[in-house]
């Protein structure tokens, strides 16, 4: 009877320490909410302007409507623009935006989300013809990552099928350039494509990562405030000089 008492008692308390326990949880996230929010854990990568002078921007449907006249008196130079997903999704805003970017000056460029449960002739079928017409001066873009991605896929069939992309758009002619961040840089890139041009999301300094990932364009941020565009805008740059730019425009 006594041990019976005993477990009764004990069952409040550990009822409290439960709610004790979710309630810190609760606030543990709102906490990390609110910090991401104001953009207090994660900051935009510091560089010398000078040293890289040749800043831009991507985005894609989500952007909404883009004043692009207003985005190139900013400065900004060139844009990726988001074309196409997985096996069969093209962006709504794609091709308006490519016309309406070039008028006012900028570069243009195509990514292409990678969805790793997808065949990879598929994908770039898809890319090929969500481009298809549309004059475009940069490399196509192939973005892969484990964010928002299918995280149950096995690992030699998702760089068999990225493998298979590229090298599908690579036969049709095509310029490939590799997006990417940290983790894939290491899992994807380097072990699969280190012969491509490099995309590397990263908010260090590139001054450093240019010396051990030799990335040719770098996303420093997600949380930029570009006038003509409403929200957050992801904020890029060429690991370069203006004479370098104008040298990797015209490589074939």
């Not at 006594?2 to 004990?10: C, Y």
């Not at 935006?97 to 008028?103: L, P, R, S, T």
């Not at 991605?149 to 095509?174: F, K, Y």
Request: proline share 3%.
């Amino acid at each position: 009877m006594a041990g019976k008492r005993d477990r009764r008692q004990s069952k409040p308390d550990y009822i409290r320490w439960m709610l004790v326990a979710g309630a810190a949880i609760m606030i543990a996230a709102l906490v990390v909410l609110v910090l991401e929010r104001h953009h207090l854990l994660h900051r935009p990568a510091s560089f010398d302007p000078d040293h890289y002078p040749v800043r831009g921007i991507d985005v894609s449907n989500h952007n909404g409507e883009v004043q692009w006249d207003l985005v190139a008196e900013q400065g900004y130079r060139f844009v990726y623009l988001k074309a196409s997903e997985g096996a069969t999704h093209i962006d709504a805003r794609f091709r308006q935006n490519a016309q309406k970017a070039a008028a006012a000056g900028l570069k243009v460029g195509a990514y292409h989300f990678f969805r790793k449960n997808r065949d990879g002739e598929a994908q770039a079928s898809n890319m090929l013809a969500a481009t298809h017409g549309v004059a475009l001066d940069l490399p196509l873009v192939v973005d892969v990552e484990d964010w928002e991605n299918d995280h149950w896929q096995d690992e030699a069939e998702v760089r068999a099928r990225l493998r298979t992309m590229v090298s599908n758009l690579i036969r049709q002619g095509r310029r490939v350039m590799i997006y990417t961040n940290g983790d894939g840089y290491s899992k994807f890139y380097q072990p699969n494509f280190p012969q491509l041009d490099l995309w590397l999301c990263s908010f260090n300094s590139p001054d450093s990562l240019r010396l051990t990932h030799g990335h040719t364009l770098q996303q420093y941020s997600h949380w930029g405030e570009v006038e003509g565009i409403e929200g957050d805008v992801d904020l890029d740059l060429f690991v370069g000089s203006e004479k370098e730019w104008k040298k990797w425009l015209d490589k074939r």
